[in-house]
């Protein structure tokens, strides 16, 4: 009888435990941490143990070298370039990205006919499959041939663009950089846009009838009332743009794979020239790992921002 009361004491006790919010908790993010540690963590793991070895193509082993693949690069003019390019891309087309997509957000808040048709097309972009969308914007911009470019069919018809001196998008680095910048904020800003709005749409009705009441309209309200509400939310916004911008590979690498003369070169593209073309999978995972502390800082260094600008 003692033992029998004893192991329905420890049944009860596991069922309890069982019920118990932690043990819940724990039990449903299980299956979504051990995704994330083999899709994620296995493969970094492999780059962080590769970028210390002299690895090449054909072999997942090499010879311990420290951090002689670092110093290489860093040595490297077409590296420090590479980083170099990386910053000004990120910048340029998240800042793009935040004044259009915060402009949409507050036009689309407004009732108008056919605003769903403009919803559906402002989204298309981040719905579309990237490499199709870029292959598409690289015969706009005329695959290498300014003269089969339709952009410059469409400036020189409005009379922006001389016939006889037409732009060469994909051929010059400050063009050829200029379109790459175009392009990721052009694919960006759907997700911005759809953030921002639903960091309007959280603002309480009664936050505007106030502000009205207290006679804040315009700018006035914008500044004093709405970029404060929206702030936290958009940094999230920012924070993942410049993830999604900073990792991204295909852009820069279908609409110029680095050049002319490695001047569109980022460190997504460069790693994959160093690691799978030429075959330096050693040098090729410490580029790629260039990013990570980088990343890291920004991440960290913005969600501490949001955390202290939100409203209370």
């Not at 449903?28 to 970094?44: D, H, M």
């Not at 290489?72 to 793009?96: C, K, M, N, Y």
């Not at 259009?100 to 605003?115: E, N, P």
């Not at 990721?184 to 759907?190: D, F, L, N």
Request: hydrophobic share 55%.
């Amino acid at each position: 009888m003692v033992t029998m009361a004893a192991r329905g004491s420890r049944l009860k006790g596991l069922r309890y435990a069982a019920e118990g919010r932690g043990f819940l908790a724990t039990l449903l993010i299980s299956p979504a941490v051990l995704f994330i540690a083999a899709l994620v963590g296995a493969p970094l793991a492999l780059a962080v143990y590769l970028s210390f070895t002299d690895a090449t193509a054909g072999s997942l082993t090499g010879k311990w070298i420290g951090l002689g693949n670092f110093r290489t690069e860093l040595h490297d003019p077409v590296f420090r370039g590479a980083l170099w390019h990386t910053f000004l891309l990120t910048a340029i087309s998240q800042a793009i990205v935040v004044v259009c997509a915060g402009l949409l957000a507050h036009g689309l808040m407004r009732s108008f006919r056919g605003r769903w048709i403009l919803r559906f097309l402002i989204l298309l972009p981040w719905a579309a499959p990237i490499a199709l969308t870029v292959t598409g914007w690289y015969w706009i911009y005329g695959a290498g041939i300014p003269e089969a470019s339709v952009l410059n069919w469409f400036l020189i018809h409005l009379h922006l663009e001389s016939a006889t001196n037409v732009t060469n998008w994909l051929g010059t680095p400050r063009a050829a950089m200029g379109s790459i910048i175009a392009v990721q904020a052009w694919r960006t800003i759907p997700f911005a846009t759809v953030i921002f709005l639903a960091g309007i749409s959280s603002i309480p009705q009664e936050v505007d009838d106030a502000a009205a009441i207290d006679g804040a309209t315009g700018l006035k309200k914008f500044w004093y009332v709405s970029l404060p509400l929206q702030l936290p939310i958009a940094l999230v916004a920012v924070l993942f743009g410049v993830i999604f911008t900073a990792t991204d590979m295909i852009v820069p690498y279908v609409l110029t794979n680095g050049g002319p003369f490695n001047s569109t070169q980022v460190l997504t593209t460069w790693a994959f020239q160093i690691g799978i073309v030429s075959g330096n999978v050693g040098q090729g995972a410490a580029i790629a790992l260039f990013m990570l502390p980088l990343l890291a800082l920004v991440t960290i260094g913005m969600l501490v921002f949001a955390r202290k600008a939100e409203v209370t």
